[in-house]
C-alpha cells in the first residue's frame, strides 16, 4: 500500500497535464500512487493519460463514460485509492519540487495527523505571484498540531481540495464527498476541518496554483455561481444532525456569508442583472441559518452582514455605490494631499539648499536605505574613532528604524529633517546610488563603494541584455553616477571594470573594501557568537550556502541545490547555513522549501542576518555559484567551491567580466552528488584547493589589508595623504574641501 494516492481529476487541459503530471511523477519522494480521472475530456487528455500510464506502473487512469463534474470526477478517483493519505491535484496546476518528500517527513514528525495543509503560490499566465495570504498562519502552527475549536482561526485557510493530505480513513470514515457544481470544495474542506481531531500544517508552498487567462470556471460570469448556495445548504443540513457542533455554527456561518459576498462582489462571477438574485439568496441563507447571538466580525465585512437582516439589495447597491464613491473622494483627498506634500518638501528642500555645506555632517546609506551594514558602515565605525567632530546621520527607511544599532543618528526618507540633512551634508557615503532628485552640491564629496567585486556585467554593460537590466534604465543609472566623486576599489579589476560599466567622472581610490576589514583582522573564535545565536552545535563544521539571483528567470529565483539532500550527505557533524540573496529575501523563496527546511531544523535560514560577514566569520567552507561574496570570503583563506551547474545559461543572460570556472577560487561542481562529495569527502581542503584559492586572493584581494575603512576617513573625511595610515601604500588623491575640523555637532530640526 502506498503512502499517498494523488487523485488528478483531467478535463480540457491538454496544454498543462504533461507539467502536471511530470511534476508529480518527478518527486523525490517516490511511495505514491497516481490516479487520473478522465472525465470524458473532448481535447487529448485521455490519450496523453494512457502515454503517462504505459509508462509508470504508478500511473492508473479511470475513463469515465460520461462527464461528470470535478467534485465527482474526484470521488470516482477516491474508490480505487489505496494509500494511507489521499491528495488531489488539479490538472492545470503543478507541485513544486520536493513537497511530497516534505509531507512524508511532516507527516511523520506530527504522528499521522488527521489533515496535512500546505501552502500555494498563484501562477498567472505573465508570471509567479506572491505568497498566499495562509503563509503567517501556517508558520505559525510550527511543528505541533491543532484544533479548530481551540484554533479558530485556521478555518480562514484557503478554501480548496489540493492543498491538504488526507488520511485516507479520516476522510472515508466520515463519508467525505465532493459534491456536484461549482465551490464543491466548501462543504468537505469545512466539514473535514471541524471534525478532525488533529489538524497539521507546513509552511511550504506545495502547489503552483495556475491562473488561467481564459478558460477558468470560477472566473466565468453566470448563473452556475449559484451553486454555492446549494453547497452551503448543505454543509448547514449537516451541522443540524450533529448537535456536538454546535460550537462550529458561528463560524462557519459567519465563513460562509463571508464567501457568498466574495462570489457577490466579484464581476467575473456574478453579473450585474443576476445581482439583486444572488444577494436574495443571500439574505434567504442568513435568515434560515443565523446562529443565535451571532455577532458579524468588525469591518466592512461585519457591516454587509450586519446588512443582511434588514436591507434589500437597493440599500446594498447604495451602500458599495457610497464606498466606492468615499474611495474615491479618498483616493482623491490622498493624491491631492501628496501633491501638496511633494511641493511644500521641494520648497523646503530648495531653502535648505540656500544655506551653506556644513563641512562636519556626513550622510550614510547601504543597501537602499535598508540599515546599517556593509561598506558604509564600516567606513562610519572608524569615522567615529578617528573623526568624531564630523557626525554621521543614516538615511533608514522606515521599515529598518527598530532594527537599528543604538545610538544611530537617523533620518527617514521624505521627513523634513531627510532633506535638511541631505542638502547641507558635505559628505555622501552610499554603496548604492542615491535618488535622482537630490542635488549635488559644489563642494559637496560623495563616495561610491559598491557592493563587492564584480564578476556579472554592471551599468552600462547591461545594454546588450535586455533581460538583466529589465526594470531599470541605464542611463538614468549613469546620470545618478555623474554625481560621484569617488569609487572604492579592492583590486584592479573592479577599478578597470568601473572605468567602463561607469563611464562618468569620478577618481578610483585603491583603498580596499572597508566591510573586509573585520575578515581580513579576524581572530581565531570571531564567528562563536554568531554560531551561538544561530544554535549551531560546538564542534561543528559550517558550510555557508549563498547563491545568488538569476535573470534568466522571472523574480531572480532558482532553485540550483536540493537542500535537503545536501544538509543530509553533509552528516550530523556538519550545519549548513543558507543566506538568500537579499533581493530573494521577501517572495516565494523561502516558502519553497526554506522555510520549512529550517523549521525542522535540517539547516539554519540566515537570510534575516544584518551582517553577512558575521556568518562569513562562523562558517568554515563557502559554497556560492556567482554571487560577489566569494571575493569578500577569500579574504578568510578559507575553502570555497563554485557551484557552477547553470553557468551558461547565467553567462548568457546576465553576462560575465571573466569565465569563473576557468579561474575558480576552489573546486568547481555541477550536480549535486558532485557537491556533497566535494565537501564530504575534504578535496575541498585540499592542495589544489589551496593552489586555486591563492591565486584567486592575490588577484581580487589585492587591496584588501585589513586598514580599508581607516583610509577612506583620512584621506576623503580627514583630507591626509596617502600614507598617513602606518604601511599605508595607496593611490595618491588630493580631496578638495576635506579638513581636520573641530566644533560642535550640528543639530538639524
Not at 252 to 265: C, K, Q, S, T, Y
Request: hydrophobic share 40%; proline share 6%.
Amino acid at each position: 500500500m502506498p503512502r499517498f494516492s494523488v487523485i488528478v481529476p483531467v478535463f480540457k487541459v491538454q496544454g498543462f497535464l504533461r507539467e502536471c503530471l511530470d511534476s508529480v511523477l518527478g518527486q523525490s519522494y517516490t511511495d505514491f500512487e497516481v490516479i487520473a480521472v478522465d472525465d470524458r475530456s473532448p481535447d487529448g487528455c485521455g490519450a496523453i493519460l494512457d502515454q503517462y500510464a504505459e509508462r509508470d506502473p504508478r500511473v492508473r487512469v479511470l475513463h469515465l463514460p460520461e462527464n461528470v463534474g470535478l467534485g465527482r470526477a474526484r470521488n470516482a478517483g477516491l474508490e480505487h485509492a489505496t494509500g494511507d493519505y489521499v491528495l488531489f491535484l488539479d490538472s492545470d496546476d503543478h507541485y513544486t519540487p520536493g513537497v511530497l518528500a516534505a509531507v512524508a517527513e511532516h507527516l511523520r514528525a506530527t504522528a499521522d495527523p488527521d489533515i496535512l495543509v500546505f501552502d500555494h503560490v498563484r501562477t498567472y499566465w505573465w508570471g509567479r505571484g506572491g505568497r498566499s495570504t495562509s503563509a503567517d498562519l501556517l508558520a505559525a502552527a510550527g511543528t505541533d498540531t491543532l484544533r479548530v475549536r481551540e484554533s479558530p482561526q485556521y478555518l480562514n485557510l484557503f478554501l480548496v481540495a489540493w492543498n491538504k493530505a488526507y488520511r485516507r480513513s479520516f476522510f472515508l470514515e466520515h463519508g467525505f464527498r465532493y459534491a456536484p457544481g461549482l465551490y464543491e470544495d466548501a462543504p468537505v474542506t469545512y466539514r473535514s476541518m471541524v471534525l478532525a481531531d488533529r489538524v497539521a500544517c507546513l509552511n511550504r508552498i506545495g502547489v503552483e496554483y495556475r491562473q488561467r487567462r481564459q478558460g477558468a470556471i470560477t472566473r466565468t460570469p453566470g448563473r452556475r455561481h449559484f451553486d454555492i448556495f446549494q453547497q452551503y445548504e448543505g454543509l448547514f443540513t449537516f451541522l443540524e444532525e450533529r448537535p456536538d457542533l454546535t460550537w462550529a455554527r458561528p463560524l462557519l456561518f459567519e465563513r460562509a456569508l463571508d464567501h457568498m459576498l466574495f462570489v457577490l462582489a466579484r464581476e467575473d462571477r456574478v453579473t450585474p442583472a443576476d445581482r439583486p438574485d444572488f444577494y436574495r439568496e443571500i439574505r434567504s441563507f442568513h435568515r434560515r441559518h443565523l446562529p443565535e447571538g451571532f455577532i458579524p466580525p468588525d469591518g466592512r465585512r461585519g457591516t454587509e452582514m450586519r446588512l443582511l437582516a434588514t436591507a434589500p439589495y437597493a440599500s446594498y447597491a447604495v451602500l458599495c455605490g457610497v464606498r466606492r464613491l468615499r474611495g474615491s473622494a479618498a483616493g482623491s483627498k490622498r493624491r491631492t494631499a501628496r501633491t501638496v506634500s511633494r511641493r511644500a518638501q521641494r520648497a523646503w528642500y530648495a531653502a535648505q539648499l540656500k544655506r551653506p555645506l556644513d563641512p562636519r555632517l556626513a550622510v550614510y546609506s547601504a543597501t537602499h536605505h535598508q540599515g546599517v551594514s556593509g561598506d558604509p558602515a564600516a567606513i562610519h565605525a572608524k569615522a567615529l574613532e578617528l573623526a568624531p567632530h564630523i557626525h554621521g546621520v543614516w538615511v533608514v527607511r522606515q521599515n529598518a528604524v527598530d532594527s537599528l544599532p543604538p545610538g544611530i543618528d537617523h533620518v527617514t526618507p521624505g521627513s523634513r529633517r531627510y532633506y535638511a540633512v541631505m542638502a547641507r551634508a558635505t559628505y555622501w557615503v552610499n554603496n548604492v546610488n542615491w535618488s535622482g532628485a537630490l542635488v549635488k552640491r559644489p563642494g559637496s564629496i560623495h563616495v561610491h563603494t559598491h557592493q563587492g567585486t564584480p564578476l556579472k556585467y554592471m551599468a552600462a554593460d547591461l545594454l546588450d541584455k535586455p533581460g538583466a537590466r529589465h526594470g531599470f534604465s541605464v542611463p538614468r543609472m549613469l546620470r545618478r553616477a555623474d554625481r560621484w566623486d569617488y569609487s572604492l576599489v579592492a583590486n584592479r579589476h573592479s577599478e578597470l571594470v568601473w572605468d567602463r560599466a561607469y563611464p562618468c567622472r569620478f577618481t578610483s581610490l585603491r583603498t580596499g573594501s572597508p566591510r573586509n576589514d573585520v575578515l581580513v583582522n579576524a581572530e581565531p573564535g570571531d564567528g562563536e557568537a554568531v554560531r551561538a545565536r544561530l544554535g549551531i552545535p560546538a564542534g561543528h563544521t559550517v558550510v555557508l550556502y549563498a547563491p545568488t539571483r538569476r535573470e534568466y528567470r522571472r523574480g531572480g529565483h532558482v532553485d540550483r541545490v536540493d537542500l535537503a539532500r545536501l544538509a543530509e550527505d553533509l552528516g550530523a557533524d556538519h550545519t549548513l547555513v543558507v543566506r538568500l540573496h537579499p533581493s530573494l529575501a521577501t517572495g516565494t523563496a523561502r516558502g519553497l522549501g526554506l522555510a520549512d527546511l529550517h523549521q525542522r531544523g535540517l539547516l539554519v535560514d540566515a537570510t534575516d542576518e544584518p551582517h553577512v560577514e558575521d556568518l562569513m566569520l562562523a562558517s568554515d567552507v563557502l559554497v556560492t555559484d556567482y554571487s560577489a561574496l566569494m571575493f569578500d570570503y577569500a579574504n578568510l583563506d578559507r575553502p570555497i567551491v563554485i557551484h557552477a551547474d547553470d553557468w551558461s545559461a547565467y553567462r548568457a543572460a546576465r553576462g560575465a567580466y571573466f569565465d569563473i570556472t576557468a579561474t575558480p577560487p576552489g573546486h568547481v561542481t555541477r550536480s549535486d552528488e558532485e557537491l556533497a562529495k566535494v565537501l564530504v569527502s575534504g578535496t575541498c581542503r585540499d592542495a589544489e584547493s589551496t593552489r586555486l584559492r591563492r591565486a584567486f586572493r592575490e588577484r581580487f584581494c589585492e587591496y584588501d589589508d585589513g586598514r580599508a575603512a581607516e583610509r577612506v576617513v583620512r584621506q576623503v573625511l580627514l583630507g591626509q595623504a596617502p600614507g598617513t595610515a602606518a604601511g599605508d601604500d595607496g593611490a595618491v588623491v588630493h580631496i578638495p574641501g576635506a579638513a581636520d575640523r573641530s566644533a560642535r555637532l550640528p543639530e538639524y530640526s
